[in-house]
């Protein structure tokens, strides 16, 4: 089948966050959205089909979880990435989000630090600090919009007794790096010679570009699978995140029991009726329009890569190899962090999301989510562009 992704859809009004929180995120909903990350496109027609199924049967009582479920995600692994993680190890959770919380809860004591790698998802910093950890930020180091992690600092962080946990963006969000086996090798070899549990968040594997491969961290390195903690989910691939699932991979029994009966505790252990026939769906299905979405996306990064190059060139983007969101080095503008917020929203009328919930040592960068119709980016760059060029003759006069 051949799916249409210039098909331009409505969500506003539909309960669509991206949409319907404009308002509340950037003060007005004359914005375009290109925030939050989820997808402007409809998912695949066979994992609509099993929720349409789903929704007909009238009754969506509590529902079971068939071992059909952790296979799917098992043999979706095995086929892309070469990993078949043991389904005996792997528990269910509302998303990688609310897995990550649980995990530096469960794992960490009260006044340990977790390493991060800045510029990182904003979640990372917050999953540690609401739950009362401190972050350990390995900033990644910067040359000529290249992006490189300081090894120097990695392995001084590592070495600190207070650092429990590593939290291992795989691929990363925003940079878009797909890591290279010598990379992960690395930073997995120091975190285990200094009793750093590694937690890797591969969330956005599915979405790799310009012929990367994407490399789990459980099999980066011989016997990892025997330490690494995997938080992976068919959401970001499939445009599912409402549907609130993910799975976790754990190295042991023992983790996964208290990893289980932290949720058990709170009666947190049963998918949505929805959820449980769409990922598998996805899994199973949706491999075909896995492929063209991924190839839709790549035409939106040459399209952003080339506008920015002839008309904006004050605006450098990182183009990703994974992800579909673009890291916007906008310091040519020389706004600071509040000022090109304002200017985004009330000249651009774009809704980004700040560089400044990414890192803390860095100023004057964005993200731009791509996975958007293409003539919807192309306002979007236009209306970019109008506001530089604007910016511009203001400061010249
Ligand atoms: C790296 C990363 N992890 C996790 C999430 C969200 O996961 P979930 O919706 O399953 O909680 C995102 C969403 O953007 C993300 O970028």
Redesign the pocket.
């Known amino acids: 089948m051949k799916y249409n992704f210039d098909e331009v859809i409505d969500r506003s009004g539909n309960r669509a966050a991206k949409y319907d929180e404009r308002v509340k995120n950037f003060g007005t909903d004359d914005v375009i959205p290109l925030w939050i990350?989820d997808m402007d496109f409809k998912t695949a027609q066979p994992i609509i089909d099993a929720c349409v199924k789903k929704a007909q049967e009238g009754i969506w009582g509590y529902t079971s979880r068939p071992d059909t479920y952790f296979r799917a995600y098992a043999d979706w692994q095995e086929k892309r990435n070469g990993w078949r993680p043991d389904v005996s190890l792997c528990s269910w959770s509302l998303?990688?989000?609310?897995a990550l919380t649980a995990i530096v809860r469960l794992f960490t004591g009260e006044h340990d630090k977790v390493m991060i790698q800045p510029p990182v998802?904003p979640?990372f910093y917050d999953v540690n600090e609401m739950s009362g950890r401190r972050v350990a930020e390995n900033n990644f180091i910067e040359r000529d919009g290249t992006w490189e992690v300081d090894f120097e600092d990695f392995e001084a962080k590592a070495k600190d007794p207070l650092v429990k946990m590593f939290i291992l963006?795989n691929p990363h969000?925003p940079l878009g790096k797909v890591w290279t086996e010598e990379e992960l090798r690395r930073m997995l070899e120091i975190c285990f010679a200094n009793g750093v549990l590694v937690v890797s968040?591969e969330?956005?594997s599915d979405l790799i570009f310009h012929g990367k491969k994407h490399i789990p961290a459980a099999i980066a390195l011989p016997g990892a699978d025997k330490k690494v903690i995997t938080c992976i989910?068919a959401?970001?691939t499939f445009n599912l995140?409402g549907l609130q699932a993910?799975t976790t991979v754990f190295p042991n029994e023992e983790m996964k029991k208290i990893f289980d009966s932290y949720w058990s505790s709170m009666d947190i252990h049963r998918n949505n009726a929805f959820s449980s026939v769409a990922m598998e769906a996805a899994f199973n299905e949706g491999e075909e329009w896995l492929e063209q979405v991924l190839d839709y996306i790549s035409g939106n990064f040459d399209f952003v890569a080339d506008y920015c190059k002839n008309h904006i060139p004050a605006i450098r983007p990182t183009i990703p190899d994974a992800t579909y969101l673009i890291w916007l080095d906008c310091r040519a503008l020389g706004l600071d962090d509040a000022a090109l917020k304002d200017f985004m929203i009330r000249k651009a009328k774009l809704g980004l999301n700040p560089g400044s919930g990414f890192t803390r040592s860095l100023t004057g960068f964005m993200r731009l989510n791509a996975a958007c119709p293409r003539s919807v980016l192309e306002k979007a760059m236009k209306q970019l562009e109008q506001a530089v060029n604007e910016l511009v003759r203001e400061e010249r006069i």
């Open positions: 990350a998303g990688v989000v609310p998802y979640e963006c969000n968040d969330i956005h989910s959401t970001k995140a993910s």
